[in-house]
């Protein structure tokens, strides 16, 4: 026929399914979550054009996702009720990768498959993963609001083309047929499938259907077999995990719904769910995942954070829902208040959309303070069973943790409980480890949590090479007499205690916080105090010991800067083009000479940094 085309994928598509097809052995079953989940998304997306079109409907607003196989055949079948494809759509959206995640992802490849595997597992790969227990996928579709002779087949052995062809197709929506590989068989089975809708798309809020099957003895003492009755029923709970009470949830079932939608194979470390209540009304969900993804440093990367109005998905814009220093943070928002039907760029402007936001940043930050409060010190640094923060004692095991703040009063479940009793102590420094330096661009990015990030941050000092010591925990340790937290920023560990600009802190014994991210130097220029006490550069100006220098060591340095004045008019005109000042100073201990930063002036980490990027 003559509107069937056959087409190249592009060179991206050719690659990424070559990967899938040879390297995802591990975790096949996920190629059903990835398709139930564009079948939801399908849906959803209908919902959302059909609020201000209401006849896409085409008079059947009922929607819901039918899985069905045939044993003879071996075939898998997904079959939706959404928006469709139209033959442009399938060849755009199914022959290209059209999302620059997934580009950037494709650029992460090593050429080592099991760690490019776990890429994948950490990325999903969407559509493509129906290649890894398929040889050939069919999909059938028509676009909601195309007559019924503009319907599209695709088909593709996932080698290096497809072949697309017009269809006439009375049904809305899209079916995508699976030919199983010789080593799927075990998806041929009713039950098989079920269990893995239970495992990875319970929450999915449409039904999802499969046909009712009964036993059918055999004739002749041949052996009975399962057989079709005609009947469906809904498999998966259909029900928006967010939106069920707390108490039907177990953790094991918060662990999967986080993993179905961040494609983290990790637990989370914690997570939140509330309803608040007030003048925006909404449910959140709250994720703090444990690792940090490859695309963490990605800033425009898209959001964690899902908005959802009345369960219909809204929007994942990452700006409008989570401010950047918190985008490692995944969830779902819920809200039943904010108009459906108003463009994207109106609902970011939104009041509401704004509270929202503000409330999810200051629930992450509880969540945060929650871990750290609970957070061991690091053995190393003294009895080792004392916990940081407030000082506080900690209730252990906490039988609310992973739902704290809950709004509803229900007494926590056993299996919260259990759950609970994991170890807690750890986790802080975990998720520190992880996201700390990230976390540190709140203090130049929300002025208005600038304090409670303050708190939050962790440093290695001059006392312990771990990164555990809090701000409060310095202020705690200061000498008599010393009215600044001091620090120094360098590129490494060693460097920075190395540096001769320590010698002086060093012999007095004065603690300094060693600071080692590249983003600390930016950082702290938002950051000049904390709780009251200035923080200073070891490597700026002309440090002030204060009181905690006698007045000898002042008066012995006031003469040694005057003997040595001609000295160091003599440097200074040697020097004159490299260097603003010489000075005599009492900083040093061992070493001749050091260089400094004048006060406000740019440290020499942050113009190496400036210069590494080409300023
Ligand atoms: P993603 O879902 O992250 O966009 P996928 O690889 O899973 O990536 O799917 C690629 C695209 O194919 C989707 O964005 C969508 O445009 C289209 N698509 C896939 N499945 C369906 C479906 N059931 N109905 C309509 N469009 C679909
Ligand atoms: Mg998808």
């Not at 029900?239 to 009470?245: E, F, K, Q, V």
């Not at 108490?247 to 990790?266: A, L, N, R, V």
């Not at 708190?455 to 771990?466: C, E």
């Not at 009251?532 to 204060?546: E, I, M, N």
């Amino acid at each position: 026929d003559s509107s069937k085309t056959k087409l190249p994928f592009q060179a991206e598509v050719a690659q990424l399914l070559h990967l899938v097809t040879h390297a995802l052995y591990s975790n096949k079953e996920i190629f059903l979550r990835e398709l139930i989940s564009n079948a939801s998304d399908a849906c959803d997306k209908l919902r959302f054009e059909a609020l201000d079109h209401p006849e896409l409907y085409e008079g059947q607003s009922d929607l819901d996702v039918r899985l069905s196989f045939d044993k003879a055949a071996r075939t898998i079948t997904i079959t939706d009720k959404g928006i469709g494809l139209s033959r442009q759509e399938a060849i755009d959206n199914l022959g290209t990768i059209a999302k620059s995640g997934t580009k950037d992802f494709m650029s992460k490849l090593s050429g080592d498959q099991k760690a490019d595997a776990q890429l994948i597992g950490q990325f999903g790969v969407g559509f493509y993963s129906g290649f890894i227990v398929a040889d050939r996928i069919t999909v059938e579709s028509r676009r909601a609001g195309l007559p019924a002779d503009q319907g599209v087949r695709w088909a593709s052995g996932g080698a290096g083309d497809f072949e697309v062809a017009d269809i006439t197709r009375a049904e809305r929506g899209t079916s995508i047929t699976l030919h199983l590989r010789e080593d799927a068989d075990e998806y041929l089975n009713a039950w098989k499938l079920k269990q893995i809708v239970g495992k990875y798309s319970d929450h999915i809020s449409l039904p999802i259907l499969m046909e009712k099957e009964e036993w059918k003895d055999g004739e002749n003492d041949q052996p009975g077999d399962m057989v079709k009755t005609g009947e469906w029923e809904t498999v998966n709970k259909a029900n928006a995990l967010w939106s069920r009470p707390k108490k039907d949830i177990t953790p094991e079932q918060y662990e999967e719904f986080y993993k179905s939608i961040s494609h983290d194979y990790e637990a989370p470390l914690a997570w939140s769910h509330n309803r608040v209540e007030g003048s925006t009304e909404y449910t959140q969900l709250l994720y703090i995942p444990a690792k940090a993804p490859f695309d963490l440093w990605n800033r425009d990367k898209s959001a964690g954070v899902k908005l959802y109005v009345k369960r219909v998905f809204i929007m994942d814009d990452a700006d409008a829902l989570m401010p950047s220093y918190l985008r490692f943070v995944k969830g779902v928002i819920d809200s039943a208040d904010l108009p459906l039907n108003v463009s994207r760029e109106l609902l970011q402007e939104s009041r509401d959309v704004k509270a929202i936001r503000e409330g999810s940043t200051k629930r992450v930050l509880g969540m945060l303070e929650d871990l750290a409060k609970k957070q061991k010190t690091a053995p190393e640094s003294g009895e080792g069973k004392i916990d940081v923060g407030s000082g506080e004692s900690v209730p252990a095991p906490d039988p609310t943790e992973g739902v704290t703040d809950v709004v509803d009063k229900n007494a926590p479940t056993a299996a919260e409980t259990a759950a609970a009793s994991a170890d807690e102590s750890g986790k802080y420094a975990r998720f520190y480890a992880e996201f700390g330096a990230v976390l540190k661009e709140g203090l130049g990015e929300d002025f208005a949590n600038r304090d409670r990030i303050a708190k939050l941050l962790r440093y290695a000092s001059t006392t312990t090479d771990s990164v555990s010591v809090s701000f409060a925990d310095y202020k705690a340790r200061m000498k008599e007499g010393q009215d600044a937290i001091y620090y120094i920023t360098a590129d490494t560990l060693a460097a920075a205690k190395n540096s001769p600009q320590l010698e002086v802190f060093k012999k007095k014994g004065i603690e300094v916080l060693l600071m080692t991210d590249r983003v600390d130097e930016w950082a702290l220029n938002y950051l000049n105090e904390f709780d009251g006490t200035p923080l200073q550069s070891v490597a700026k100006g002309a440090v002030d010991l204060g009181k905690l220098q006698d007045e000898a060591e002042k008066k012995a340095a006031e003469e040694a800067a005057e003997s040595f004045k001609p000295m160091l008019e003599k440097l200074k005109e040697a020097l004159k083009d490299k260097a603003e000042d010489v000075r005599v100073t009492t900083r040093l201990v061992d070493s001749p000479a050091c260089l400094v930063v004048q006060d406000g002036g740019m440290s020499t980490q942050l113009a190496r940094m400036l210069k590494q990027a080409g300023q």
